[in-house]
């Protein structure tokens, strides 16, 4: 009898998981991967930045995964909704959770939650065209606006209020959303740390691409790019050197301008029926390195302002969840009895994409040793408990089928690669035209 898991999400840490059970199992493996969305890959598909194409092309290699033959997609299936905990664990030997971390932190400021002021997730998910988000979640009619953080994300959010549409004309930006940016009002972009240039989180090929920015300049203030003496790594190193570099030169007049701040933190936002401005206060270290406010205050007249500040995981239904750390609590992967977690739910979000993966072999490495010698209990196959209740899970060959339909879509604009479909309903029209195209064929729709 074949080892049977389940796993729950399809983003790199799910999918490095099933590659990891099937490299690693000695005995013969079936892994489910069911995932919410009828689309895989997670913050691959809906978190890279559209212009990032060569991260983005990480999704080839998931997808050789998720197309060897002990693996099997399951799309379109919700724990909590379409399946408890029970039902996993009377279907499957061992289940794995490795749903990531979904939402942004909070500021925890007054007028955080005026209209205007939003998570840098729903930004990226709109520009990314997560079928969440609608395209017309965003107007860009503000002439400012304020992103909080200098990570990664921050640095992809400013990017693409930088650019211009014709610029992301080639990437896979929904079409709906692309017109949005080409009608954006935005003329000044401000990047906010709280700490100073030594602190910030972005890399150092991340920040060089803001200075090859054709349509903005790129200005950092001198007094604000001060660096205390010291041996820094060679990243943080490099980062000191392009801020201080930029900090030295002029601004030619480009049409945008981003406004690279340190050592603000944001106090205030301002509006009432929404966002009108962000009040910040400068800030300094003390001696045992906490950041405190130094009474000096500055206002900025945006009319946006989009969090930045770190993700984190959100609970699932019957699972254990610390909300002091907002993971799932285990041990090397173990969580309950034939219950495991990989990836940002199990230790945060911390390193790379890459990173999953060693994440997810050790997390097999404790569910192989745990199942080694027990006895199988699972009772009905999944897709018996899924029929009775009415739930057609997305096959793979079905997202193939809406894969196919964006391509045709891309042609048909005459715009790169691919446009991504948008919305639920969409993706739906995509898969029912394939089902109907393979009937007439006749062949057997998947």
Known sequence: ???????????????????????????????????????????VRYGVAPDHTSIKS???????????????FLGGVTLGEHLSVADLLGSYDAVVYA???????????????????????????????????????FVLDSPEVAVIGVGNVAVDVV????KTAGELASTDVPHDVLERLAASQVKAIHMIGRRGPEHAKFTLKELRELGELANAD?????????????DFPRQVRGNIDVLQSWAARAPVGRPRRLDVRFWMKPVEILGTDRVEGLRLERTRLTEEGRVVGTGVFET?????????????????????????TMTVPNEAGRVREREYVAGWLKRGPTGVIGTNKSDA???????????ADRQRVRQAPIDEVLAARGVAPVTYRQWQAIEAAEEALARTLGRGERVKLVGLEAMNEAMNEAMNEAMLRGETPA
């Open 218 to 230: 790129v200005c950092v203030r001198p007094d604000e790019a001060v660096v205390p003496g010291g």
């Open 99 to 137: 749903t990531g971390a979904m939402v942004d932190r909070r500021l925890g400021v007054p007028g955080e939650d005026l209209p205007g002021s939003v998570a840098a997730t729903d930004f990226v998910n709109w520009y990314c065209g997560h079928p969440d988000v609608s395209p017309d979640r």
């Open 1 to 43: 009898m074949s080892l049977r898991v389940a796993v729950v999400g399809s983003g790199p840490a799910g999918i490095y998981t099933a590659e990891a059970l099937v490299k690693q199992s000695a005995e013969p493996v079936e892994v489910d991967v069911l995932e919410r969305l009828p689309t895989p890959y997670g913050l």
């Open 361 to 371: 072999a050790e997390t097999v490495r404790t569910l192989l040793a745990d199942l």
């Open 58 to 72: 990480i999704a080839n290699y998931l997808r050789r995964v998720l197309e060897l033959p002990q693996v099997r």
């Open 300 to 324: 900025l007249p945006v009319g946006m302002v989009l969090r930045s500040v770190g993700y984190q995981s959100v609970p699932l239904p019957g699972v254990p969840f610390s909300e002091a």
């Open 159 to 162: 990017r693409v209020l930088a």
